[in-house]
């Protein structure tokens, strides 16, 4: 998942920032589980392993698109918002006339149509971001679509032979991960990118 | 009581009717042991190198004289910015910046272009470059790159430092780091020569990872790619638990029990084993690209 990150600025005039801020960044458990974990998996008998196993591939698909669409919306929310007026938005410009496409995904994927309007506004402010990018910067973030809508590809058509792979799913939400985290990188070009005068 | 400083350069200070002016910096602020420095630049580059004063120094040139270089702050902060005229001039000009800060202050860089370099510096680093090329030293205090096009590299001192690198179509090689380290691209390859490693873990579509490191006793190692191919080595001794999952690539490893197949109806195949004590866990998932364990 690609991290939303803020200008020192901003860090300081918002108190909810700041409090995010102070969270630890991850909380150990007391102790090690992974023992207790692997002796409770040993001892279930294999019957009774479909429902340890908690949620199905698809519901977890579902759950991470939608932790995914949050993100989005978050960071989009994010970047489209000027931090300070004009500066924010003073690299934008009009969308190339071939502006890409999203990512294509097959019958397999499970994108809500939040994720997909999410996603789309995401498109439009990394096309407009594209525009403003050196030439060959922008050649390879095209390759690198073209690399992330292949491998969408590939996946559902892995799908299409082994429809319930634990291995193709996960795959296949890093797979929608990896095309935002692409958006996401391209539509916030970072300080440099917004002190552009115009 | 804060003193603060700034410093708005504007116009230029060597400028010739016949050719195209040129700014010179040469500025310095005094701060604390330990500031915040906060740089930005479009074109050219950042060189950032630690020194035992409690002084940033900016030298450099900037070849256009309508590029605005800001240099403010107080003991605590200091923000450093070339603000080129507009985001659609054609002008390509070069502003090349070498600033000394103290050795305990902390960055936050960002570049178009522009590469960055940064050595000595032992506070948090947080690099980001559009298609510059980044590179870093880390120390103890946490250090993330981010690139889209430039390279990455990141070599280690001898510290703990937790090491994020984040690349769409650049490599990124990282070597000498211990502890923590998080790398992940959409086609660049992943190059990592590492120590001992607690928590690794490696994320690409197409680039293919290439990486050495001895597990820590309760280590956590995950590498996950479409269709770059995965080799990690790692060092003797190995005591782990495997569990090592391809669509369609082969899986080879020099430890272990041979790979097999998951279904005589699918292309799949999987490992799982515990190797030595066990202790640490690996997981390597891949759909078409081919794993590749070996110890060193």
Same mark, same amino acid.
């Given at each position: 998942m690609s991290t939303v990150r803020f200008g020192r600025d901003e860090r300081e005039r918002d108190p909810l920032l700041r409090q995010v801020a102070a969270l630890p960044q991850e909380i150990e458990p007391s102790?090690?589980?992974?023992?207790?974990?692997?002796?409770?998996?040993?001892?279930?008998?294999?019957?009774?392993?479909?429902?340890?196993?908690?949620?199905?591939?698809?519901?977890?698909? =579902?759950a991470?698109?939608a932790v995914a669409s949050v993100s989005v919306l978050f960071t989009w929310m994010v970047v489209k918002t000027p931090a300070d007026g004009?500066a924010q938005?003073?690299?934008?410009?009009? =969308?190339?006339?071939?502006?890409?496409?999203?990512?294509?995904?097959?019958?397999?994927?499970?994108?809500?149509?939040?994720?997909?309007?999410t996603?789309?506004?995401?498109?439009?402010?990394?096309?407009?971001?594209?525009?403003?990018?050196?030439?060959?910067?922008?050649?390879?973030?095209? =390759?690198?679509?073209?690399?992330?809508?292949?491998?969408?590809?590939?996946?559902?058509?892995?799908?299409?032979?082994?429809?319930?792979?634990?291995?193709?799913?996960?795959?296949?939400?890093?797979?929608?991960?990896?095309?935002m985290r692409?958006?996401t990188?391209?539509a916030d070009?970072g300080e =440099?990118?917004r002190?552009?005068?115009? | 009581?804060n003193?603060?400083?700034?410093?708005?350069?504007?116009?230029?200070?060597?400028?010739?009717?016949?050719?195209?002016?040129?700014?010179?910096?040469?500025?310095?602020?005094?701060?604390g042991?330990t500031p915040s420095v906060e740089?930005?630049?479009? /074109?050219?580059?950042?060189?950032?190198?630690?020194?035992?004063?409690?002084?940033? &120094?900016?030298?450099?040139?900037?070849? $256009?004289?309508?590029?605005?270089?800001?240099?403010?702050g107080d003991a605590g902060r200091?923000v450093?910015?070339?603000?080129?005229?507009?985001? &659609?001039?054609?002008?390509?000009?070069?502003?090349?910046?070498?600033?000394?800060?103290?050795?305990?202050a902390s960055l936050d860089?960002n570049?178009?272009?522009?590469?960055?370099?940064?050595?000595?510096?032992?506070g948090a680093q947080q690099?980001e470059?559009?298609?510059?090329?980044?590179?870093?030293?880390?120390?103890d205090e946490e250090v993330e790159?981010q690139?889209?096009?430039?390279?990455?590299?990141?070599?280690?001192?001898?510290?703990?430092a937790r090491?994020e690198?984040e690349?769409?179509?650049?490599?990124? &090689?990282?070597?000498?780091?211990?502890?923590e380290?998080q790398?992940?691209?959409?086609?660049?390859?992943?190059?990592?020569?590492?120590?001992?490693?607690?928590r690794?873990?490696?994320?690409?579509?197409?680039?293919?990872?290439?990486?050495?490191?001895?597990?820590?006793?309760?280590?956590?190692?995950?590498?996950?790619?479409?269709?770059?191919?995965?080799?990690?080595?790692?060092? &003797?001794?190995? $005591?782990?638990?495997?569990?090592?999952?391809?669509?369609?690539?082969?899986?080879?490893?020099?430890?272990?029990?041979?790979?097999?197949?998951?279904?005589?109806?699918?292309?799949?195949?999987?490992?799982?084993?515990? /190797?030595?004590?066990?202790?640490?866990?690996?997981?390597?998932?891949?759909?078409?690209? $081919?794993?590749?364990?070996?110890?060193?």
């Amino acid at each position: 998942m690609s991290t939303v990150r803020f200008g020192r600025d901003e860090r300081e005039r918002d108190p909810l920032l700041r409090q995010v801020a102070a969270l630890p960044q991850e909380i150990e458990p007391s102790r090690d589980l992974w023992p207790d974990i692997r002796a409770r998996l040993k001892q279930a008998p294999p019957d009774r392993a479909p429902a340890a196993g908690g949620l199905s591939w698809s519901w977890a698909l =579902a759950a991470g698109v939608a932790v995914a669409s949050v993100s989005v919306l978050f960071t989009w929310m994010v970047v489209k918002t000027p931090a300070d007026g004009p500066a924010q938005m003073a690299g934008v410009t009009a =969308a190339p006339a071939t502006a890409l496409q999203p990512v294509s995904y097959g019958g397999y994927s499970s994108l809500g149509a939040d994720y997909v309007r999410t996603r789309s506004q995401m498109l439009d402010l990394f096309n407009s971001r594209l525009a403003d990018l050196p030439e060959e910067t922008r050649s390879r973030v095209e =390759a690198d679509l073209a690399t992330i809508h292949k491998a969408a590809a590939d996946i559902d058509a892995a799908l299409a032979a082994d429809p319930s792979s634990k291995l193709l799913n996960k795959l296949l939400l890093s797979t929608y991960q990896e095309e935002m985290r692409l958006y996401t990188t391209v539509a916030d070009p970072g300080e =440099a990118g917004r002190n552009k005068r115009t | 009581m804060n003193i603060r400083y700034a410093v708005i350069a504007t116009s230029a200070l060597l400028a010739t009717p016949a050719a195209q002016a040129v700014q010179n910096i040469d500025q310095s602020l005094p701060t604390g042991a330990t500031p915040s420095v906060e740089i930005s630049n479009v /074109q050219g580059r950042v060189s950032v190198s630690a020194w035992d004063q409690p002084v940033v &120094k900016v030298t450099g040139t900037i070849e $256009n004289d309508k590029t605005e270089f800001e240099f403010s702050g107080d003991a605590g902060r200091v923000v450093i910015k070339v603000r080129p005229e507009s985001s &659609k001039t054609d002008r390509h000009d070069d502003a090349l910046l070498d600033i000394k800060v103290p050795a305990g202050a902390s960055l936050d860089v960002n570049t178009v272009s522009a590469d960055i370099q940064v050595e000595g510096v032992r506070g948090a680093q947080q690099l980001e470059s559009v298609s510059g090329d980044v590179t870093a030293t880390a120390f103890d205090e946490e250090v993330e790159v981010q690139t889209i096009s430039g390279d990455a590299a990141v070599n280690g001192s001898g510290g703990k430092a937790r090491v994020e690198t984040e690349s769409v179509s650049g490599d990124v &090689k990282v070597r000498g780091v211990s502890g923590e380290l998080q790398a992940k691209s959409v086609s660049g390859d992943l190059e990592l020569e590492l120590g001992t490693m607690t928590r690794l873990q490696m994320e690409t579509v197409s680039g293919n990872v290439r990486a050495d490191a001895i597990l820590a006793s309760d280590g956590r190692v995950e590498a996950e790619s479409v269709s770059g191919n995965v080799r990690i080595r790692f060092g &003797k001794p190995v $005591n782990g638990e495997f569990d090592l999952e391809s669509f369609s690539g082969s899986i080879d490893s020099c430890f272990g029990p041979k790979a097999e197949r998951k279904s005589k109806y699918a292309p799949g195949s999987e490992l799982r084993f515990t /190797q030595g004590e066990g202790g640490a866990r690996v997981s390597v998932d891949t759909m078409s690209g $081919n794993i590749k364990l070996c110890d060193m």
